[in-house]
């Protein structure tokens, strides 16, 4: 039976995929229903997804792939994304140190998730947004879903952001992330305004 998070024969693999839907039914219920403080669709997707991953460890690839954020709604995602920055936030006060992935694991991982569907749905101003918030913008340089249709869109609201930096260092970053697309693009005239 399953009393943890890991599952072994054929009935502990139905239930964990169905708590993982559940948890997904919960997490959009939660967007709207739930304390916006206590972020709750977040916990929520979050016990989901480890569902989903434990059910990809045990071989059942076909239910693992159903932890699509996309087929939730555009809406959930910039939810999501919301309450991933505030938990981030909250777990940089508590004292994780923002430099190191590991405390982050698990947001960065719905990070990993969240950017690329944004950036493929017209919507790379949230991507860039949520990567500034949990200070991992140089993972938009790893996207392959930046090319000729919106590096334009992308750059330019890097650069246009670039001016709201107090911090020298981020400055430098979201500008260098800039000139690092533009020049995969072969946009070599754009990349040295």
Known sequence: SIGGDEGTDLGDKELLFLRARLGDVLAVLAMTLGKHDERESLKFKLKGTRDYETLAKLGDTAAAADNNLGSWGHEFVRSLAGEIGQEYNARVIAGADPEEDEPFQDLLGMVDVIVPFNVSHNAEAEAIDLLIEVQR??????????????????????????DFMSDPDDYEEVLESAYEIFRKQKQYYDALR
Not at 137 to 159: A, F, G, H, P
Request: hydrophobic share 40%; net charge positive.
């Open 137 to 162: 913008l140089k993972k938009i340089l790893e996207l392959d879903s930046i090319d000729q249709n919106n590096y334009r869109r992308v750059c330019l609201y890097l650069i246009k952001t670039a």
